[in-house]
C-alpha cells in the first residue's frame, strides 16, 4: 500500500473535517405537514384559545384591577365606606377587609359573606402573589380575586363570570389557515447571557430572560426575532412581535406567540398561524407586555388572530355606554 505524504495526509484530514462541518451547519428541511391534520390540530388550539377569552375564568371577564400600595383596605359597592370600590351587582356594601402582612395580603370576609377557595369556604386567607407561588382564587357568587404582582407592585385582580364584556363577546376571527406559515427558524444564541427589559401597558419595565435570536426567512427575505422564556419557564419560547398589519387588520400594539425549544442542530418551527392577540385587546384591566423594538417586523404576516371585532372598555358603565 502507497505512503501518503505529511502534506496529502494533511489535506484529506482537512477535507474530512470542511465536509464533517458542512454536514452538521446545513440547513434541515422543514418538516412536512398533513394539511388535514394540521386543520384538526389547529380547530383544536382554537377552542382553547376561545376558552382563554370567553370561558369563565377568561380574558373577557376581568372587571377591574386595583393597585395595593396601602396597608388596610375596605371591599365593597358603598362608595362612601370602601376603599376598592367594585359594581354593586355582584358585590355587598361590606365584602371583605385587606390588611397586608409582610408581603402578602390577608382577605377577611365581611358579614358572613360566603367566599370559597376551591369548594371550602373560609372566613380568611393569605393572599400571596403570582410572582411568589400559584395564587390563591377566591370565589364569591360570579366573582373572583386574586393577588397578581407586576413590575415589583402588587394589585388586586378582580373576574366576573357575568361581566357584559363576556355576555357581549363578539368572536375570534382568523386569516387563511396558511401552512406556508410555519416557517423554520435557527436560533443564535446570546454571546452572553442577555436580559430584556420590556415596557408594559402599565409604563412599567418588566424583565425578561431571552436564550437568543431567531432567524427565519419569508418569500426569501430574512428577518429575525428576539425569543424569551416567562418567568422560570423554560420549556417554551415567548415571543413578542408587531408586523405591518397592526395598521388596520390586527391589534395595534403586536401579538404574542410560542415555540418550541430548538432541536440538536438549533432549528425550530416558528408557526404565524398561531400568532393571537394580547389580553389587552379585550380588556383594560389587563398588563400586557409591549413588543421589544427589536421585533417590529417590516412585512405583513396575513396569518393568525385578527384584531378583535368588539369593545373592550375600563368601567361597566363605559362599555355599558357603547
Known sequence: ?????????????????????????????????????????????RAKRLDAIAGPDGWSTLAGLFWLDSAHYVIGSDTTRSTIVLPSDHTPAQFAILTRMDSAYLFRAMNNVSVFVDSTKIDSVTLVSDRQKRPVVLRAGSMTYRVIERGGRQLLRVKDSSYVLRRDFKGLEYFPLDTSMRVLAHLVPHATPRTLRILNVLGQTDEY???GMLEFTIAGTPYHLT?????????????IFRDETSKDRTYPAGRFMYATPVDSAGYTILDFNRAYNPPC??????????????????????????????????TLEEVRAR
Open 281 to 314: 385587546a379585550f380588556t383594560a384591566f389587563a398588563t400586557c407586555p409591549l413588543p421589544p423594538a427589536e421585533n417590529v417586523l417590516k412585512l405583513a404576516l396575513t396569518a393568525g388572530e385578527k384584531r378583535y371585532a368588539g369593545p373592550h372598555g375600563s
Open 1 to 45: 500500500m502507497p505512503t501518503l505524504s505529511p502534506y496529502r495526509a494533511s489535506m484529506g484530514l482537512t477535507l474530512f473535517a470542511l465536509a464533517a462541518c458542512t454536514q452538521r451547519v446545513a440547513t434541515p428541511t422543514k418538516p412536512t405537514v398533513d394539511s388535514a391534520a394540521y386543520a384538526a390540530d389547529t380547530k383544536t388550539w
Open 209 to 211: 430572560r431571552s436564550p
Open 227 to 239: 425569543a424569551s422564556f416567562e418567568g422560570s419557564d423554560t420549556t417554551q419560547y415567548f415571543v
